[in-house]
Each structure stands twice: as C-alpha cells, then as structure tokens.
C-alpha cells in the first residue's frame, strides 16, 4: 500500500511538473526530492536495464540494407524539427558516412517557433548543441541534456543586454508526454535515444534544434516575432543540415 501510494504521489508531481511555466532553480528542490523517492541509478544501472531490449528493437533499422552500419555506431546526431514535431536521429560508423537511422515523434512540446531568449519564454532552443550529459534519475523516466544556453547563445544576449543567468537552463530530450520548454518524447524512444547516447558516448553526440526541416522546406509565410540575428542562426542550420542527406526511402522510414 505504501509502494502504491509513492507511485501515486510521483504521478501527481510529474503532472504538477508539466504545469509549472518556469523550471530551472525554482523546481529543482522538488525534482531532488522526487528522485530520493525513486532511488539513485547509475547510467550502467540502465545500460543494463534497458540496453538488450533496445537493441533489439534498433535491429531492423541496423540492418545492412538499411544503414549499413553496425550497432552500435561511432557517432550520433539527434536533430529536432519543431514544426514539423519529429526528432531523426542520424549515425554514423568507422567510415563517418552519415546514415538516417529512424524518426520519432515528439508527443509534447512548448512554445513557437523561434529562439529561446528567456528563462520562462516557454520556447525550445533552436541552434547547434551538443549533449552534455545523461541523467538516468530523470522525473521524466530518462533524460539527455541539451548544452543550452551555449556559447553562441550567451554571446549574442550580451550584445543585446541579456543576462546569461537569465536565459533559462534545464533543456531537455526526454520521456513521457508533456514538456515545458524541451522534447518530451515517450518513455521507449526516450530508452532508445538515451541508451544509444550512452553507448557512443557523451562527446560523441551532436544535437540539432531547428525551427523547421530547411532541407525539404522553407520557413512558414507568418513566423512569430523574432531577433534580427535569427536569420544567420537559420543559416548556420540550414548549412549544419546539409550534411545529413535525405532520401525518398528515409523520409518514409
């Protein structure tokens, strides 16, 4: 009766957690809390969880036919499209070829399109990252950590007067189906995505936050209000994505 009331009380908090505009220093005590209840993992604690039954669910996509790349690979890209809500998640192999290896939805997501500018704007980032860390203790079953702000992102709100402790934090890739401000994907391609992190390894994860996918389209007719620098960020994207080439048979995968 006690586990059944725990699991209950963490339900509560994790919807409580999806209603709250601001996150950051301010929820972070209750986060901490959360995660006492639940009991620390390691990543290995996960890895071993998790690890065999993502493989096999990676499988068909690791095929010679498909990839041409063994599992697991060297190196991973994960790229966000907000418009079009889906994340591809991109490999590559000894070679450095890079292949597309499988797309998910993304099941909750806050905000417009544009730049995060602000602790509390509700916007996901948009920008070039990379993951800086793996949290397996995560409120929202597992989490990957995006580098937001990132050196770019502090540099262009100093020139406009914004303080870098204002700009938010906490962005994150993760599970279950409601997020403020980061990629909330569901709890088996959040297994996938964190599992495959860990296996390649932190530094070799990049991660790619557009507005849209600007290899198949353009930026729709009516954008939200957006800074003058916006447009070389896109162009930046835009150039980034050019090297993940896609095909008829991946935009179907």
């Given at each position: 009766?006690?586990?059944?009331?725990?699991?209950?009380?963490?339900?509560?908090?994790?919807?409580?957690?999806?209603?709250?505009?601001?996150?950051?220093?301010?929820?972070?005590?209750?986060?901490?809390?959360?995660?006492?209840?639940?009991?620390?993992?390691?990543?290995?604690?996960?890895?071993?969880?998790?690890?065999?039954?993502?493989?096999?669910?990676?499988?068909?996509?690791?095929?010679?036919?498909?990839?041409?790349?063994?599992?697991?690979?060297?190196?991973?890209?994960?790229?966000?499209?907000?418009?079009?809500?889906?994340?591809?998640?991109?490999?590559?192999?000894?070679?450095?070829?890079?292949?597309?290896?499988?797309?998910?939805?993304?099941?909750?997501?806050?905000?417009?399109?544009?730049?995060?500018?602000?602790?509390?704007?509700?916007?996901?980032?948009?920008?070039?990252?990379?993951?800086?860390?793996?949290?397996?203790?995560?409120?929202?079953?597992?989490?990957?950590?995006?580098?937001?702000?990132?050196?770019?992102?502090?540099?262009?709100?100093?020139?406009?007067?914004?303080?870098?402790?204002?700009?938010?934090?906490?962005?994150?890739?993760?599970?279950?189906?409601?997020?403020?401000?980061?990629?909330?994907?569901?709890?088996?391609?959040?297994?996938?995505?964190?599992?495959?992190?860990?296996?390649?390894?932190?530094?070799?994860?990049?991660?790619?936050?557009?507005?849209?996918d600007f290899r198949v389209r353009g930026l729709p007719k009516i954008m939200p209000p957006v800074p003058v620098w916006t447009k070389d960020l896109y162009a930046s994207i835009r150039q980034e994505l050019g090297k993940y080439k896609v095909s008829v048979v991946q935009k179907g995968r």
């Amino acid at each position: 009766m006690r586990i059944k009331k725990l699991h209950i009380l963490l339900i509560s908090l994790a919807i409580c957690a999806c209603a709250i505009p601001v996150r950051g220093r301010l929820f972070r005590p209750i986060i901490g809390g959360i995660q006492m209840v639940k009991g620390k993992k390691t990543i290995a604690d996960r890895i071993s969880q998790y690890g065999e039954v993502v493989q096999q669910r990676l499988a068909p996509s690791f095929s010679q036919v498909q990839v041409g790349i063994t599992y697991p690979p060297k190196k991973m890209t994960i790229i966000g499209f907000k418009e079009e809500r889906m994340v591809q998640v991109w490999v590559a192999g000894d070679g450095g070829t890079w292949k597309h290896l499988k797309d998910y939805p993304i099941l909750g997501m806050s905000g417009n399109l544009g730049p995060k500018l602000k602790e509390g704007d509700l916007q996901v980032p948009e920008g070039l990252y990379r993951l800086e860390s793996l949290n397996p203790n995560s409120l929202y079953h597992l989490a990957l950590r995006v580098n937001y702000p990132s050196p770019e992102d502090c540099r262009r709100a100093s020139d406009e007067g914004r303080t870098e402790t204002g700009l938010g934090s906490d962005i994150m890739i993760h599970g279950k189906n409601c997020s403020v401000g980061c990629l909330a994907m569901g709890d088996e391609a959040a297994e996938d995505l964190f599992i495959l992190a860990a296996i390649v390894g932190v530094k070799n994860v990049t991660i790619i936050l557009s507005p849209v996918d600007f290899r198949v389209r353009g930026l729709p007719k009516i954008m939200p209000p957006v800074p003058v620098w916006t447009k070389d960020l896109y162009a930046s994207i835009r150039q980034e994505l050019g090297k993940y080439k896609v095909s008829v048979v991946q935009k179907g995968r």
